[in-house]
């Protein structure tokens, strides 16, 4: 027998063609059992909705999940259950093309239980199942960042719960969740095919951005390669043999259009047809910009008041901006630029500090620049 390391696993693989020794069974146990641990918090919170009867939805009884998904995968999947490919949904308005929204999310190959099960308890098990696996593809990304399996583990919770993700189950953007559950396996895969140039981790983050872009909600597409094509750049000028890891790459960012024309191709035709084609002035493009007071909520979720215990009179709503990390968070991440790898926390650093300033929109002259510079801002 051979061993070799897979940070990605958190352990030793051993390799053999005969059956698994004991120690073999109880290494790919403890490799298991932090995605296990994972699933206690997720029922804890969604146990009630999961497994008591009735048409509960883990969101807002009026917001975006009774307007708009649910009536979207009650027609969609409906229509298909009957064996109708709907192109056209009649219900909007005088009509509207439905297969060409992305919001259809009919390629989405996750949501495939829409088509036998009760739309309550579809709707739920779309929520569960992303919060789920972001916080797992979190863990296997963090594990094979270096970090401990505690630490790893502490690192997914908070991404899970944080309030710029979980506050939109509250607010019912389910394709939101779905979309950006996928984003640490598109930085891991970066990571793998830097770290060993095999072409499989190309498929593997081509197929999360694949998956990112079915799921039905384009600026969270764009959100994540805003993150992510720096984040790659910035790795591979630091790797080595940079031109077959480029191509490695050129593979992983490539594909995802690729398999799923399907639905850009109709969608980015149904967009001409819109109040966006041509892009927005920079008024209108920058009007969500995140309120630099709002930092504050990072620690202090509520200091603005939320959407029941008090009323929310900060600027625009309360899930889409409310940073909360929580006290933990930002006190480890201070105690890294004191004390951390400098070579490490500068590349962090500057991450974290690109990411803000987007975030931060008209309120500094970074976004002017990317406005004028660069498509889709």
């Not at 027998?1 to 004991?22: H, I, M, Q």
């Not at 390629?107 to 972001?134: G, K, Q, T």
């Not at 625009?316 to 790898?341: D, K, P, Q, R």
Request: aromatic residues 14%.
């Amino acid at each position: 027998k051979r061993c070799r390391n897979s940070p990605v696993l958190g352990g030793e693989r051993f390799l053999s063609s005969s059956k698994p020794s004991a120690v073999e069974r109880v290494l790919k146990f403890k490799s298991a059992l932090p995605y296990i641990v994972l699933l206690l918090p997720v029922f804890l919170l969604f146990g009630d909705v999961l497994f008591a009867r009735g048409e509960w939805v883990a969101s807002h009884a009026q917001y975006d999940v009774k307007c708009l998904y649910g009536p979207f995968r009650a027609f969609g999947y409906g229509e298909i259950a009957k064996g109708h490919l709907p192109l056209w949904d009649p219900h909007i308005y005088s009509g509207n093309p439905f297969l060409a929204s992305y919001q259809s999310a009919l390629y989405y190959p996750l949501n495939l239980h829409y088509l036998f099960l009760p739309l309550s308890d579809a709707l739920n098990i779309e929520i569960v199942l992303h919060v789920y696996l972001l916080g797992a593809l979190m863990y296997a990304w963090s594990r094979n960042r270096g970090l401990s399996a505690v630490a790893a583990l502490f690192a997914a919770i908070v991404v899970q719960f944080s309030g710029p993700y979980f506050l939109r189950v509250l607010a019912g953007h389910v394709s939101y969740l779905s979309a950006l559950a996928w984003t640490p396996l598109a930085f891991l895969a970066v990571d793998r095919v830097l770290e060993t140039r095999r072409i499989q981790w190309a498929f593997v983050g081509a197929t999360a951005l694949t998956m990112t872009i079915l799921a039905g909600h384009p600026p969270s597409v764009f959100c994540t390669l805003v993150a992510l094509v720096p984040y790659a750049g910035v790795r591979l000028l630091q790797s080595g043999d940079r031109l077959r890891a480029a191509a490695r790459l050129a593979l992983l960012f490539g594909f995802p259009p690729l398999i799923s024309a399907a639905q850009l191709l109709p969608a980015l035709a149904l967009s001409k047809e819109g109040v966006r084609s041509g892009g927005l002035h920079f008024i209108h493009a920058s009007s969500l910009s995140f309120p630099p007071e709002n930092v504050l909520t990072t620690i202090a979720p509520s200091i603005f008041g939320d959407a029941f215990t008090a009323p929310y009179f900060g600027r625009w709503v309360h899930w889409e901006t409310c940073a909360f990390m929580g006290v933990a968070v930002v006190s480890l991440a201070l105690y890294a630029l004191l004390a951390g790898n400098r070579k490490v926390t500068l590349f962090w650093g500057a991450m974290v500090l690109f990411i803000t300033l987007t975030a931060l929109g008209r309120y500094t002259p970074f976004y002017s620049a990317l406005y004028a510079l660069v498509p889709g801002f």
